[in-house]
């Protein structure tokens, strides 16, 4: 089991503030971010609107001191602390054989091995751009038609596919703009073992009229197959990762001895990403400030320093038998924050982590 992000946290804290190797633990938080190495792009590919929306959304929160569940995308409607948009991998099929009423017909290829087994599938959505909108008479209307593939994606013999189920038919009478649609109960029951699901889309024109009756229909058609972009936007909750809030802690009482500076208290700690190299595959943020946790716990002002009843239990064995472990300035308190990455596949993700920023410490 991977060890908690409060873990990988404080240990980053540590290797930071005392000067040790990274290498391991960049390691265990690559592997935290279910990468294997660390990601090498040419470039930054452009952060999806979406993605962009959601990520701007969760930075004002945070800048405004707003509480807001990091696991449960306001903006989607659904739980999830990981959002992926992955790209289509297909190509457009060419053949004597196909109808001539078809319009256009593309195979659709999304690479799903990203997804760790330990993450839940809560949202699959299919997204085609059809392309930008116009005033211009469009000409007859089409109709969309979406099927299983139920051979091997990646294998394109320039031959229509074997289909597998038709699940989607949908009249398209102004052939422009985005159209979604649920692939949730389709990707969960995806059973193939590279993890790629495969499917085809067929335009064609609604009526059976055929394709070269008329120039404008003709020239729609051509128009379709250069803006044509498909995407598919995952998103997925990891259960160790979004848990229920911890019990708040006892607050800290005032007092003016609390406030020297060898007592526990909260210590100011940038983490600037270009520091560790990751900022060739960390979009946003450049940094966050992530503070730590450093000071005494002493018996007298134990109760004073925002401690828990365990802590203050241990404190006072500790003043009757010196081999009880005196008390440690711990944090108390931590906020999360939001990621926009890149991963070894060039995919854009926004992942929402816990624990990351050290609001208020005490003794534990």
């Known amino acids: 089991m991977l060890p908690s992000l409060a873990a990988l946290a404080l240990c980053l804290l540590f290797t930071l503030a005392f000067g040790q190797t990274l290498q391991f633990h960049e390691h265990v938080f690559l592997r935290f971010l279910g990468l294997d190495k660390v990601p090498s792009p040419k470039k930054f590919q452009p952060v999806p609107s979406i993605l962009k929306r959601i990520f701007q959304a969760q930075e004002e929160a945070a800048s405004t001191g707003i509480s807001k569940d990091l696991c449960y995308v306001k903006e989607l409607g659904v739980r999830g602390n990981i959002l992926r948009l992955l790209p289509d991998q297909g190509s457009f099929l060419y053949s004597e054989s196909l109808s001539h009423a078809s319009c256009l017909q593309k195979l659709l290829s999304f690479n799903l091995s990203a997804i760790g087994d330990e993450e839940q599938l809560t949202m699959a959505q299919l997204g085609l751009d059809l392309g930008p909108n116009t005033y211009y008479n469009l000409g007859p209307e089409l109709e969309l038609s979406l099927s299983l593939v139920q051979t091997e994606p990646?294998?394109?013999?320039?031959?229509?596919?074997?289909?597998?189920?038709?699940?989607?038919?949908?009249?398209?009478?102004?052939?422009?703009?985005?159209?979604?649609?649920?692939?949730?109960?389709?990707?969960?029951?995806?059973?193939?073992?590279?993890?790629?699901?495969?499917?085809?889309?067929?335009?064609?024109v609604k009526g059976g009229r055929a394709l070269g009756e008329n120039f404008q229909l003709e020239g729609t058609c051509a128009r379709l197959r250069r803006s044509l972009h498909t995407s598919l936007l995952v998103v997925t909750l990891h259960p160790e990762q979004c848990r229920s809030p911890s019990r708040k802690r006892r607050a800290a009482v005032s007092t003016s001895k609390a406030s020297c500076k060898s007592l526990c208290h909260r210590h100011q700690l940038f983490i600037n990403f270009r520091d560790l190299g990751w900022h060739k595959w960390i979009i946003a943020p450049k940094g966050f400030m992530a503070n730590y946790c450093h000071g005494e716990c002493p018996f007298s002002l134990t109760i004073s320093l925002n401690s828990s009843n365990y802590a203050f239990m241990q404190a006072l064995m500790h003043s009757v038998d010196p081999e009880v472990p005196q008390a440690v300035c711990i944090p108390t308190k931590l906020s999360p924050i939001s990621m926009l990455y890149q991963d070894n596949d060039d995919n854009v993700i926004l992942r929402h982590y816990e624990d990351m920023i050290v609001d208020e410490c005490g003794c534990g």
């Open 154 to 204: 990646h294998v394109i013999d320039q031959a229509t596919p074997k289909m597998g189920k038709m699940f989607t038919l949908q009249s398209v009478p102004w052939p422009q703009g985005v159209l979604h649609f649920n692939l949730l109960d389709v990707a969960k029951r995806n059973n193939d073992p590279h993890k790629n699901l495969g499917l085809f889309l067929e335009i064609v």
